[in-house]
Structure formats: C-alpha cells, structure tokens
C-alpha cells in the first residue's frame, strides 16, 4: 500500500518537472531570441546571428511544451521516452 502510494506521488513529481522544464525551455529560447534580434537591429554588423537553427528549436520547444501542458500522455512520454530528444532537458 506504502508502495503504491510512493509510486502515485512519484509519477505526479516527474509529470510536474516535465512540465516545469519545457516551460523553462521556451521562455529560455524565447529570450535567447528576443535579445538576439535586438542585437541584430540594434547594429548587424556587431554580431552575426544565425537564426537557420535557432527557429526550429524554438518551435520544436513550443511544441513540446505544448503537448507536454495539454496532457498527461504527452508529459509522460516527454519524461520516459529515449528517443525524444526534444523533450528531454538540456
């Protein structure tokens, strides 16, 4: 019963940090881009920002937060899942 009981709270705890860190991960990209652009703007010659990565990360970030915000399942298969390296932390 003990074991069960750990075992719920367990799953509500890494379902929570799943969450939790593909928030951070966006806004954390987000800002990135944020200030990046404004350097850009700001003067292109400062320092040459090279966006061909940048914009399908943050979209594959958004996406996974999404997902990860929107259901159980998709928190769940962000935590456990190997092969997703998007939904894994950094």
Known sequence: MI???FSRVFAAEQLSNAR?????????VSGMLAVLTAFQLADPD???VRFGLLIPYWVVAAVV?????RSQRG?????????A????SW
């Open 3 to 5: 074991d069960d009981a």
């Open 20 to 28: 939790g860190i593909s928030v951070f991960r966006f806004l954390g």
């Open 46 to 48: 400062l320092i040459n």
């Open 65 to 69: 937060m999404a997902v990860s915000l």
């Open 75 to 83: 928190a769940r298969a962000c935590r456990s899942s190997p092969r």
């Open 85 to 88: 390296r998007a939904c894994r």
